[in-house]
């Protein structure tokens, strides 16, 4: 079998999926989208991705987001659209607002007030999501849910962001349905948010699920499902 056969199948798999969890939990499947995780697959293969129609795509790391994206933006094709998944740095703000449709991982106030400053001087708002660490595990990002709390008021008056939800990561588990509760403690955590802000934000989007739980995330309300390693399976 080619790359680009598994890549079709691989993706095939996962679309099924996630209609199928769809189905289960009364949801039209254009309420979710997938956003291809790269961050391990060479270059050929996110062209296969793109040619195969799947164009929302995720990378974890500052550099490789501008040099692939830059790559990719010289060749003819589809255009497609990044966004940044991991940990952003303030100092890579500069780097990645131009590039990033969304940025998911805003893990911190003053990464907040970082991207409002660039946002504010280039004179177009950021698209972003604030990370929770639900878990509470110490090798998690994010703001601890009542640390999001105390910090919302100042986080939904900085000018230049528009936050359009939240993100989190589910632990790992042994059985997908074990990461549920995570996730439905992120969905509780936005509309609590939802009900304390003005009408003005609007926190549509729930980033979460992966690989081994995008089903479980999506039956709890996920809007954006970021996975990596299924769409690569069987390739090395
Ligand atoms: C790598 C990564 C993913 C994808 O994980 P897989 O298990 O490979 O699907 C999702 N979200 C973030 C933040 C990541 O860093």
């Not at 680009?4 to 099924?16: E, G, K, Y």
């Not at 309420?31 to 790269?38: F, H, S």
């Not at 990561?169 to 042994?174: I, K, S, T």
Request: hydrophobic residues 45%.
């Amino acid at each position: 079998m080619t790359a680009f056969d598994r890549i079709s199948a691989n993706l095939d798999r996962v679309r099924s999926g996630i209609a199928a969890a769809c189905a289960r939990s009364g949801r039209s499947v254009d309420e979710v989208r997938l956003v291809a995780v790269t961050k391990y697959a060479q270059l050929d293969w996110v062209r296969d991705l793109i040619s195969l129609g799947q164009t929302t795509l995720g990378e974890s790391r500052p550099h490789q987001l501008a040099s692939r994206a830059d790559e990719l933006a010289a060749e003819p094709g589809i255009p497609v659209e990044w966004h940044m998944i991991g940990h952003l740095q303030r100092n890579k703000v500069d780097l990645v607002l131009p590039i990033a449709a969304l940025i998911h991982s805003v893990d911190s106030l003053r990464l907040a007030q970082r991207i409002s400053t660039v946002a504010v001087t280039r004179e177009k708002p950021a698209a972003v999501l604030i990370e929770v660490n639900v878990s509470g595990e110490d090798s998690k990002d994010g703001f601890a849910p009542d640390e999001l709390r105390t910090a919302w008021g100042e986080l939904a008056g900085l000018s230049g962001l528009d936050i359009r939800g939240l993100m989190t990561m589910a632990p790992r588990v042994d059985e997908p349905a074990q990461a549920r509760p995570y996730f439905a403690r992120l969905r509780a955590l936005r509309d609590e948010l939802t009900a304390c802000s003005d009408r003005r934000i609007d926190l549509a989007e729930l980033s979460m699920g992966m690989s081994g739980d995008y089903e479980a995330a999506i039956e709890e309300g996920a809007t954006l499902v970021r996975v990596g390693s299924s769409l690569f399976e069987g390739l090395s």
